[in-house]
């Protein structure tokens, strides 16, 4: 156990630079694609609920993503723009801590509910007869509650364990947002049990929710495959392209942050990796799943003219 322990009541993020030009130039260009993010996963979440024909368990289920997403994005995001703007880089020991427990409950909500969307399609392709029984609106709901309850079981243990040790004199965390590698870093004591805990909790969450989502994928190939006409297959392939490009964008990021081995030397890579994950993949995957999808394409230009009809005539019922 080290001596120099101390009670941190605040860190230091050191973001990205201390270059006020590029801290402004980072802060146009992320407020930029965090109002898009916002923007983009608020018109699919308002699509799916006004438009009859998303009332499905696929559109129900990226409804819960975009709030996901939206949630997500917006745990580091305000807080990063706050320090680029104003040059204070100071976060209270609270709020990391509230901010870490988020970003890794919130992060993992999607990954199994990416594994739940994963088998949605693939009863959907390769049982479309049982589909509409087996899928029903209680069972919808009752994977979504799993998703949360399961993703907080596995992050409230190791999160607990990590409130236990103390920190050390040193309140620096050389990141842009409180995660968790840094975060162990700062602290006093042998943290090997915690960083054991973290691996495999991480491992389980990654590689379980994964492994579910290619061995879906597989039977839906395989299934597709099977199909005589190409009109069919392109049909087929159509209602999962848009989710397994987001699947592998997602799945991409998180492993190489939370799975390959930690080095001083991936710090500064490991922070664009970090963007990618927290804004640029929530900033693409309305647009994925909108401009690959004729359903939502044509619920949004029903909406874009029905607004445009109040707007012309806005006394008309």
Known sequence: MKNNESRITDFILLGFTDIRKLQLLLFSILFFSYLLTIMGN?????????????????YFFLWNFSI???????????????HLLMGNKNISYVGCMI?????????????????????????????????PTIMSKSLCIFLVLGCWVGSFLIIIGPFLL??????????????????????????????????LLGFINASLSLL????????????????????????????????????????SMSYGSCIFLYISPAQDSKVEFGKIVAILNTIVSPLLNPFIYSLRNKQVQEALKDLLRQFKATATCPGKT
């Open 42 to 58: 608020a018109v699919i979440i308002i699509l799916t609920n006004l438009d009859h024909r998303l009332h499905t368990p696929m």
């Open 208 to 247: 379980g929710t994964l492994a579910t989502s290619v061995v879906s994928y597989i039977n839906i190939i395989k299934t597709i495959l099977r199909i005589p006409s190409a009109t069919g297959r392109k049909k087929a392939f159509s209602t999962c392209t848009s989710h397994f490009i987001v699947v």
């Open 68 to 82: 996901l997403e939206v949630g997500f994005t917006t745990v580091v995001m305000p807080q990063t723009l706050s």
């Open 99 to 131: 901010q870490s427990f988020l970003y890794f409950s919130l992060g993992t909500t999607e990954l199994f509910l990416l594994a739940v969307m994963s088998y949605d399609r693939y009863l959907a392709i390769c049982n479309p007869l049982r589909y």
């Open 162 to 195: 990590l409130l236990q040790f103390p920190m050390c004199d040193s309140n620096i965390l050389d990141h842009f947002f409180c995660d968790n590698t840094p975060l162990m870093h700062l602290l006093c004591g042998d943290i090997r049990r915690l960083e």
